[in-house]
């Protein structure tokens, strides 16, 4: 009998012993994560300082910090994205998911042609600046603003949806994006509709102005009537 329990022990706790080892490893890579997590944060807030501390000085030197910031934004960010994991506030990008309210709310920014009328502008004319980032900020961010910097955004949100709508016409592209690989250029995480064309199918008349509405609808309602909108117009420039 000792001689079989001899035998048995070590066979029985084996898996023990590796159930101990994959806790610990566990642990390990958790207390490793939160130290890289602290160190990409640590690491942000030093390139945000660097901008702030910059602001006082020359033209180069700003230029330089931003460009900082932005060049550890983007590492760090495919740092996540590439291994998987959460550094907080840079995550690995997983699939969103929500649940909907009863009623929907979008920003929606449309440019005023020397006619006076409102055309709406390709998600593509705003490049280099990201539709899906440019949207929600103008939808909750953009209403906090004072008005002189209301002004100064739509001015040079004018001036950029005008140089994109230029391009179109003379049939180089519609998107910034799009002049190295063209249609083959990767698509944004939401599909959206491709309002422009390069050459005819871009607006004929120049931009002169730009409004920003804040859409609602019910979701029941629009499935019925999928023009039952409520439009509050929350800027627009230049300011009647």
Known sequence: MPGEFARTTPRESAPARGEIA??????REARLLNVLGAACF????????????????????RRAAIRTLLLYALCASFGAGLTQRDLWPFARWPMAAGLAD??????????VDTRGIERPVDYR???PLGFDEL?????RTFPRLDPPARDRLLQHLLGVAERARLRARAGAGVGYFERYL????APYFDLHPKT???????PPEPFVGLRVYLESWGHEERLRHPDSIHRVLLGEYPRR
């Open 182 to 185: 063209g249609p083959f250029t």
């Open 102 to 111: 009863p009623r929907g709310e979008n920003a929606r920014l449309l440019a």
């Open 42 to 61: 640590l690491g942000w807030l030093a390139s945000l300082a660097l901008v702030r501390h910059a602001q006082g000085a020359g033209r180069a030197r």
């Open 196 to 202: 422009w064309a390069p050459g005819a199918g871009a």
């Open 22 to 27: 994959a806790e610990y490893a566990r642990h």
């Open 135 to 139: 949207n929600p900020w103008m939808h």
């Open 125 to 127: 004319a705003w490049q």
